[in-house]
């Protein structure tokens, strides 16, 4: 019956409130609505109905796992929420957008840069970083350290250290002061992983939308083939 009554109250769109899930404070649903980006507040029906969307239809729920970011429709009456439905999207190997690493950013300035840098090469006086080599996954895989002293070539994983990173994704921007020289360099990258091919945050995601672990597996891993080896 409920099934029915959720098909019907969507076949009207002017119906509902669409917004981004932020959060749950006892029964207190907080959405962030696009029209205007604000986050407002609304209350939850001790006996609301739940509805999951994978892409195929809603089909009704005891719970959900939200990590905040997910889209919802939330159908209120009598000045409370009276049905939900979540919207998750269809099983992909990019459901990290939640996380605080999906994107990030890191601004330092040349001189503290400059003095990380000589613990490893004595190259003196820092004038840039530049990146030589990017792997099949677009990270960098070899950087070249210019300085007034000497220059370095820094490879794989070593990367990480010398410049103080979670991840080798980025790509590098650069200030600079009225006579041209830099000033400070800033680090904008995705993620946060050794770069092997599977994002725990994604793979969560993943679950959440009702993908198994070998519908996960062969998502990050194309043509392989899993079988018990024992």
């Given at each position: 019956?409920a099934f029915?009554?959720?098909?019907?109250?969507?076949?009207?769109?002017?119906?509902?409130?669409?917004?981004?899930?932020?959060?749950?404070?006892?029964?207190?649903?907080?959405?962030?609505?696009?029209?205007?980006?604000?986050?407002?507040?609304?209350?939850?029906?001790?006996?609301?109905?739940?509805?999951?969307?994978?892409?195929?239809?809603?089909?009704?729920?005891?719970?959900?796992?939200?990590?905040?970011?997910?889209?919802?429709?939330?159908?209120?009456?009598?000045?409370?929420?009276?049905?939900?439905?979540v919207f998750?999207?269809?099983?992909?190997?990019?459901?990290?957008?939640?996380?605080?690493?999906?994107?990030?950013?890191?601004?330092?300035?040349?001189?503290?840069?400059?003095?990380?840098?000589?613990?490893?090469?004595?190259?003196?006086?820092?004038?840039?970083?530049?990146?030589?080599?990017?792997?099949?996954?677009?990270?960098?895989?070899?950087?070249?350290?210019?300085?007034?002293?000497a220059q370095?070539?820094?490879?794989?994983?070593?990367?990480?250290?010398?410049?103080?990173?979670?991840?080798?994704?980025?790509?590098?921007?650069?200030?600079?002061?009225?006579?041209?020289?830099?000033?400070?360099?800033?680090?904008?990258?995705?993620?946060?992983?050794?770069?092997?091919?599977?994002?725990?945050?994604?793979?969560?995601?993943?679950?959440?939308?009702?993908?198994?672990?070998?519908?996960?597996?062969?998502?990050?891993?194309?043509?392989?083939?899993?079988?018990?080896?024992?």
């Amino acid at each position: 019956m409920a099934f029915y009554l959720a098909q019907v109250i969507r076949s009207y769109p002017d119906i509902g409130m669409d917004g981004i899930f932020k959060g749950l404070d006892k029964e207190i649903l907080e959405l962030e609505q696009e029209e205007d980006n604000e986050t407002k507040q609304f209350a939850l029906s001790p006996d609301f109905f739940l509805f999951v969307n994978n892409g195929n239809g809603p089909s009704l729920a005891s719970h959900v796992y939200l990590l905040g970011g997910e889209e919802l429709k939330a159908f209120e009456s009598g000045g409370k929420v009276r049905m939900v439905e979540v919207f998750y999207p269809t099983p992909t190997n990019i459901l990290d957008r939640s996380s605080t690493f999906h994107r990030w950013q890191r601004r330092i300035s040349r001189q503290a840069l400059e003095k990380r840098v000589n613990r490893y090469y004595p190259v003196g006086e820092l004038e840039d970083i530049v990146p030589q080599k990017r792997g099949v996954s677009k990270r960098v895989i070899e950087i070249s350290i210019r300085g007034k002293e000497a220059q370095a070539v820094v490879k794989g994983l070593r990367i990480r250290r010398v410049l103080g990173l979670g991840e080798t994704l980025f790509v590098i921007d650069r200030e600079f002061d009225q006579k041209g020289r830099i000033t400070h360099f800033t680090f904008l990258g995705k993620g946060l992983g050794h770069g092997v091919g599977l994002c725990q945050v994604g793979a969560f995601g993943m679950a959440q939308a009702g993908a198994d672990y070998k519908q996960i597996l062969k998502k990050y891993y194309r043509g392989i083939k899993i079988s018990k080896s024992y």
